[in-house]
């Protein structure tokens, strides 16, 4: 099969960099160009209708398996022109543009008939929120490579306020559908694009390399529950750049599997780059790591983000049971508004998927580091509640300064926690020592807050 030019270019590239005996894991820096596809056809060519009451989930299926046979001609873009059209899951293919024209709205089809129902993902070992199979998402990528979501501001809205009140009823018979999810796909770039009202997640690339997210906003109302925005879930090799979310409960969440499953499959979520981004998550929090990171979850840089109106800032999740990691994170340029708990470092979050896991298998969090953050109307600092058995080390604190609200009686809470600190105020518990940059904690900072051996 011949690749487009552009992509040839973005692997030698990458093996350049791997030959230089350092690899950045500055992913955003390293752009993923996909090439102009060479042929484009309208999905009005299969028969679709865009009067938002006819399902063309048929025509959809059809254009995909037609455009299929472009795959080794440069591949093909499938055009969706103004209108509201209606669907149930579709799968995408490999070398394919999806492009939302201004005005397109793509819609997801409240008949949970036209949603297909599909094993569980074996990092989970079941639905995340019943036992068994789960919904299939909306628009699908499996063993995919070189696709894109795009278009000029369209918009894939998944008209979620059923599955919110079948959740909240406990009606559902499977796991609620995510708008789109990519399987075990590599090249997969979505920008351009604003998503709406997702039954459950909005991106979920899972088992995934090279995965580029630029320029796009993403939006459920606060009370919609346990919506999330983003979710690389044992994926390496992220960028998430220029993105606007608010969400009932998590903006951003980097996942890698629960319990169990999660340790036998064994892939990590690691080389992840978020920047610039304004982030806001009522219940949850606006960056999360976890609960499930079970195949660990490691060398990620967040830089220039805005996190407001949201439960908590920063938080990382785990509990006994997971194994895996949370390490070499390193997080700066934050500033953050109207937050109750600015950072969270938390060891007994979130279930277990059955009886059958492990209470020895302790996870690790280590060498967290948090630099150069403002915080305004904060109630809580810092919530660090470790495991006794496996304590969090190495987490380090440097140039962060919070107004702390009136409504607070507590800044700091720290057990089961060791670190370092430096130029933070409110000051923190004795257990994040005062330090200074000559301290081990902040080796792995080189000058300009890079990250150095990854
Ligand atoms: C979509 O892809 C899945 C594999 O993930 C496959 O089982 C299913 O048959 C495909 N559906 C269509 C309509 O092609
Ligand atoms: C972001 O996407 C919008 C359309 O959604 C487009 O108008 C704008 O130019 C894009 N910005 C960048 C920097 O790509
Ligand atoms: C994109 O569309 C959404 C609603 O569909 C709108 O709120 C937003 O302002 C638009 N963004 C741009 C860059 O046009
Ligand atoms: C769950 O299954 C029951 C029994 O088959 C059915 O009546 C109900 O509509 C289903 N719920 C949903 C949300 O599909
Ligand atoms: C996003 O939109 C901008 C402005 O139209 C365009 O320059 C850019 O190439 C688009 N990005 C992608 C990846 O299509
Ligand atoms: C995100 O919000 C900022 C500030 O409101 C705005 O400048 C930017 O265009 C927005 N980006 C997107 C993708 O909507
Ligand atoms: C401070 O933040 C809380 C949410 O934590 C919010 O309810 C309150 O309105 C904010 N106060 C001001 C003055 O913005
Ligand atoms: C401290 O952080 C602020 C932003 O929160 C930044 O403007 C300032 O340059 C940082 N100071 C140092 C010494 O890095
Ligand atoms: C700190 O986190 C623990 C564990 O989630 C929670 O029980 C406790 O209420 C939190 N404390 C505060 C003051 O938020
Ligand atoms: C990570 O943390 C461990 C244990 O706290 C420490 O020994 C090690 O030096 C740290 N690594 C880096 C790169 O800072
Ligand atoms: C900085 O730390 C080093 C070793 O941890 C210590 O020897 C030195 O006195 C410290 N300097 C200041 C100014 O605290």
Not at 18 to 46: A, T
Request: aromatic share 10%; net charge negative; glycine share 8%.
């Amino acid at each position: 099969m011949k690749m487009p030019v552009a992509l040839l270019l973005l692997l030698a590239l990458c093996n350049a960099i791997k030959i230089n005996g350092e690899e950045s894991n500055e992913q955003c820096d390293h752009k993923l160009r996909l090439d102009p596809r060479p042929h484009s056809v309208s999905i009005l060519e299969f028969g679709a209708v865009g009067d938002g009451k006819t399902l063309n989930t048929i025509a959809f299926q059809n254009a995909i398996f037609y455009l299929k046979s472009f795959a080794d001609k440069g591949g093909a873009q499938l055009y969706v022109p103004p209108g509201r059209w209606l669907t149930g899951s579709f799968n995408l293919t490999s070398h394919l543009t999806l492009f939302l024209e201004k005005g397109a709205v793509i819609l997801g089809s409240q008949d949970p008939s036209h949603w297909d129902i599909v094993e569980p993902l074996p990092s989970y070992g079941r639905g995340i929120e019943l036992p068994g199979r789960r919904y299939r998402s909306l628009v699908n990528g499996y063993m995919l490579r070189d696709v894109e979501i795009t278009g000029d501001n369209g918009t894939i809205d998944g008209q979620g306020s059923v599955w919110w009140e079948w959740f909240t009823s406990h009606s559902l018979n499977y796991s609620r559908p995510h708008l789109v999810e990519f399987v075990s796909s590599e090249y997969v770039l979505v920008s351009n694009i604003t998503f709406l009202n997702a039954p459950a997640y909005n991106i979920h690339p899972v088992y995934c390399s090279n995965v580029h997210i630029h320029n796009i906003s993403v939006h459920a109302p606060s009370e919609s529950p346990h919506t999330v925005g983003i979710v690389p879930d044992s994926s390496d090799n992220v960028c998430i750049e220029d993105c606007n979310i608010s969400m009932g409960h998590d903006a951003i969440a980097l996942k890698s599997g629960w319990d169990e499953y999660g340790i036998a499959y064994g892939r990590p979520t690691a080389n992840v780059h978020i920047r610039r981004a304004h982030l806001q998550s009522s219940s949850g929090s606006s960056l999360a790591f976890g609960s499930e990171m079970s195949g660990g979850i490691s060398d990620v840089q967040v830089e220039q983000v805005h996190l407001y109106n949201s439960f908590s800032g920063i938080e990382f999740r785990t509990t006994r049971g997971r194994g895996g990691y949370i390490k070499e994170i390193i997080i700066s340029d934050v500033e953050l508004l109207n937050v109750n708990t600015a950072f969270g470092a938390i060891g007994n979050y979130g279930s277990h998927p059955d009886d059958k896991f492990d209470p020895g298998a302790l996870p690790v969090l280590q060498n967290i580091t948090l630099q150069n953050i403002i915080g305004t109307n904060i109630t809580v600092a810092g919530n660090f509640t470790g495991i006794q058995d496996s304590p969090f080390t190495s987490i380090c604190l440097s140039n962060i300064s919070l107004s702390i609200n009136a409504a607070s009686s507590t800044s700091w809470i720290c057990s089961y926690v060791s670190g370092f600190s430096e130029s933070v105020f409110p000051e923190p518990c004795p257990d994040l020592e005062k330090s200074n940059t000559s301290s081990s904690c902040f080796s792995i900072l080189k000058p300009k807050g890079r990250v150095a051996i990854l």
